[in-house]
């Protein structure tokens, strides 16, 4: 159980178009979605911290106009990078998560990746 | 600010010895822990967890191991085989129910 999806698992795009990712959770409701960017042969740094029905947090020098966060759903939550350039290029990791306190860590349960190219 | 690091970028060790992965983390209020293991083009995968009531936990082929004291974390791996080949992580839980990631460790396995 606790399978996270993400689609698509790579894209290619031209520089200035948008590029939406989803992420799903495929078997359990995921009350918070975290979404996570990692560069080549680095760590993966938390870009936003969303939860159903409401506007995502973002992490300090994250842009949210430019990396928009819809949860709409207990089992859906999509990146929307805007306006894309090839500094965006990167690894975006899913991650969510089925509890409902968020002054306590509950277990996160990753997605497989999307890898982004941005010609 | 806070952060988790790691010491070495890169371990190299035989098919069949241990290997140990390292951590510092620097939050001392810090009271979970969790190592992961990312392959190539792939997300992050839950190794193991400890919660700083502990000092020691054990796992199938992995052990994870925390000192307070001096803030140190570290991932054995006993009798390492190829598959054990990946980036390692440790990730501290510090502000409610988000994590913080360490800058990895690879591991090589050589035949």
Avoid at chain 2, 58 to 63: L, M, N, P
């Amino acid at each position: 159980g606790a399978v996270v999806s993400q689609h698509p698992s790579w894209v290619i795009c031209k520089s200035g178009t948008s590029v939406k990712i989803e992420c799903r959770s495929l078997d359990f409701q995921a009350t918070t979605m975290f979404w996570y960017r990692q560069f080549p042969k680095q760590s993966l740094m938390l870009m936003a911290t969303s939860n159903e029905g409401s506007k995502a947090t973002y992490e300090q020098g994250v842009e949210k106009d430019k990396f928009l966060i819809n949860h709409a759903s207990l089992t859906l939550s999509t990146l929307t990078v805007t306006s894309a350039h090839p500094e965006d290029s990167s690894f975006y990791i899913c991650s969510a998560s089925a509890g409902v306190n968020p002054q306590v860590y509950n277990e996160q349960f990753f997605g497989p990746g999307t890898r982004l190219t941005v010609l | 600010g806070e952060s988790v690091g790691l010491h070495l970028p890169t371990l190299s060790v035989q098919e069949g010895d241990n290997s140990i992965i390292n951590c510092a983390y620097s939050n001392s209020a810090s009271d979970y822990f969790i190592w992961y293991k990312q392959e190539s083009g792939k997300g992050p995968q839950f190794i193991i967890d400890i919660r700083s009531n502990m000092d020691k936990r054990q796992g199938q082929r992995v052990t994870v191991l925390l000192n307070k004291t001096v803030k140190h974390l570290s991932l054995q791996i006993a009798a390492t085989q190829p598959g054990d080949s990946a980036v390692y992580f440790c990730a501290e839980n510090n502000a409610g129910n988000m994590l913080t990631f360490g800058g990895g460790t690879r591991l090589m396995v050589k035949p």
